[in-house]
C-alpha cells in the first residue's frame, strides 16, 4: 500500500537502492504501525497467510446480510454516497465543493467503508457480510489492502484503525455489482427517495433511514 510508493518513484528517478526517500506522513504513519508490531512479535506462524475463500464463507454461515454501496457524482438526482442493506439505508449528501475533494473512485471506496461499519453494526457480531459496490476495483482495493491512489490508501488504513475491524473483515464477502443490479444503492445515493420508496415496495420491505453514528462520522471526515 502506502509502503511501495518509493518503488515507483525509483523507478521514474533511476537512482536504484541507493536513491535518498523521504517518507510521506501516510508512510511514516504505517511505518510506526510496523514498529510496535514488530516490537512485541518476533514471529508467525506461516499458516497466518492462509485464509478460507469466499465460497467456503458463504456455503458455511449460518446467517448471511446483503448490502450493496454507491457513489453519485452526476447524472439525475444530486450528488451523494448511500447504502442499502435489508430495507435499512442510509446516505450523505456532497455539495460541490465537498464532490471536488475526490475522485468518483475515491467516494465509491469511502462510501464502501462506511457501509461496512453500518452492516457490521446493523447485521451483529456472528452474520456473514455479503457487501456489494458497483466500482469495479473497489472490492479488491478493500480485501488487498493496497492502491495506487495515495487517498484511498488513506482510507485503507483508517479503516484498519477502527476498532474491531479485524473481526468484521473475517466475516466480510466483497465483490463487484453491475450498476443496474445496483438500484436501491443508486438510488440512494442520489436522493431519488420516491423512486427508492417504489423499488422498496415491490421488494416487500419498510424503508428505514439509519442515522450514522459518531464514528461513522468520524471516519467520513477524516478519511475523505
Known sequence: NALYYPHREE???????????EPTPL?????????????????????IVFSA?????????????????????DG????????YMHGYYWRVMLPPAVLALLHIT????????????????????????????????????????RSRSVDIQRM???LLQVPGYGDVAKRLVLRHLAGDG?????????GLWSEFAQVCELLHVRPQLVVLEPRELDFLVHAA
Not at 11 to 21: I, K, L, N, T
Not at 27 to 46: D, F, K
Open 11 to 21: 523507478a521514474q528517478r533511476q537512482e536504484g537502492p541507493g536513491g535518498s526517500v
Open 27 to 47: 508512510m511514516r504513519e504505517v511505518l510506526e504501525v510496523w514498529m510496535a508490531v514488530i516490537l512485541h512479535c518476533a514471529g508467525a506462524t506461516v499458516t
Open 53 to 73: 475463500s469466499a465460497d467456503l464463507r458463504l456455503t458455511s454461515a449460518r446467517t448471511i446480510f446483503s448490502a450493496s454501496s454507491d457513489a453519485a457524482g
Open 76 to 83: 439525475r438526482g444530486s450528488p451523494g454516497i448511500g447504502g
Open 106 to 145: 475515491g467516494w465509491e471506496t469511502l462510501a464502501a467503508c462506511i457501509n461496512i461499519l453500518v452492516a457490521a453494526r446493523l447485521a451483529g457480531v456472528e452474520a456473514l457480510l455479503c457487501l456489494q459496490v458497483d466500482a469495479l476495483l473497489t472490492p479488491y482495493v478493500i480485501s488487498d489492502q
Open 156 to 158: 485503507i488504513q483508517a
Open 182 to 190: 445496483n438500484v436501491p444503492s443508486d438510488l440512494c445515493s442520489r
